[in-house]
């Protein structure tokens, strides 16, 4: 992976370079329909906006937008949350309707999960020099485990190191919220970062879907935005629960930027791993850090060929280079001179 880091580092420059020159600024452009207390942009209007072809191809539920230079593509599935954005899956806090022959999409997804990925530098900018790593679990809590002695607690510390070696090299400030393993709760957690300099937060995770075998792949959490139910919750299957704003909201853009760089560089670093999407939810440790924060939930220690590949050190390996290759994306895009 590291043999193309500067293949990859010099075409994401140029791509910056390109877009910084498409910024049109103002953020009230679309004009919204209200449907049963929530409000949609017209798809048509987002097409315009973000410079997709007018004519979008749309199969039955599916529609797709490309933009005319072909490094843009959005998939979206009417009356389904899963989203395809540039090839990675997000899962919308709200389905897109069909309402006479208009396909509306939820104006809050528009702000905050699609607008930080298609205006990337329209990201309001902030500084990233010092980096929170929290290895999930510890101490008495050991997290999931495996069938072949995986236990959460200590590959998430292994993970967490390998990530600090590799961005200490980058130039990077490193905090992390334990270096052994011992207990520390989620409470503590969110006070380390917010008593901290960190400028972003990132906690890592195993996942596990005991009794289910099948499950397997990488997911990225951040924080659901205020007034939605989080992904796959009761809440959303059923369409009900009002939320308020939690510290982590004054992100919302920046959480979605940081999952979407990171998820984005797992999944190209790891081939054979499934895209379970970027996911919202209300974490403890991302709801109430107030800095840009993600969870990720690199791999499933209940699925057999996947915990054997976590269980391998070159495997881990990889996987923390992709975390640090997302963050490095990350903070070039927030330490790059603003531009209005
Ligand atoms: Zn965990």
Not at 221 to 227: D, Q, V, W, Y
Request: aromatic share 8%.
């Amino acid at each position: 992976m590291r043999r193309f880091f500067p293949f990859t580092w010099i075409t994401w420059l140029m791509l910056m370079a390109w877009a910084t020159d498409q910024v049109r600024g103002d953020e009230e452009v679309f004009n919204t329909v209200r449907v049963k207390g929530r409000n949609y942009v017209n798809l048509s209007d987002l097409a315009r906006y973000y410079e997709f072809d007018r004519n979008w191809t749309q199969d039955g539920l599916n529609v797709t937008l490309r933009s005319k230079l072909k490094w843009k593509k959005l998939g979206i599935k009417i009356n389904s949350r899963d989203c395809m954005v540039n090839g990675v899956r997000i899962w919308l806090n709200d389905a897109p309707l069909e309402s006479r022959n208009s396909v509306l999409i939820s104006e809050v997804d528009v702000r905050k999960t699609l607008d930080p990925i298609l205006r990337v530098w329209a990201v309001p900018k902030r500084r990233v020099r010092t980096v929170m790593i929290d290895p999930g679990h510890g101490g008495e809590d050991k997290g999931t485990d495996g069938a072949h002695n995986s236990i959460e607690k200590r590959l998430t510390l292994d993970l967490a190191l390998r990530v600090e070696r590799l961005l200490k090299q980058a130039g990077f400030k490193i905090l992390m919220t334990r270096r052994a393993d011992t207990y520390i709760s989620l409470e503590d957690r969110s006070e380390q970062a917010n008593s901290s300099d960190a400028d972003i937060f990132v906690s890592l995770h195993f996942n596990s879907a005991k009794p289910n075998p099948q499950p397997h792949g990488i997911e990225t959490f951040c924080l659901t935005p205020a007034g939605f139910s989080s992904t796959g919750s009761f809440q959303q299957r059923l369409g009900i629960g009002r939320f308020g704003e939690e510290a982590g909201n004054e992100s919302d853009r920046h959480n979605m930027l940081l999952a979407y760089l990171v998820q984005q560089r797992l999944l190209a670093g790891l081939p054979k791993a499934e895209d379970r999407g970027i996911k919202r939810a209300r974490f403890h440790v991302i709801k109430a850090t107030k800095r840009p924060s993600i969870l990720v939930e690199a791999g499933f220690l209940s699925h057999t060929a996947e915990e054997k590949r976590i269980r391998d050190p070159v495997y881990r390996n990889k996987l923390a280079a992709a975390i640090v290759d997302g963050i490095k994306k990350y903070a070039a895009v927030m330490n790059s001179p603003a531009k209005d």
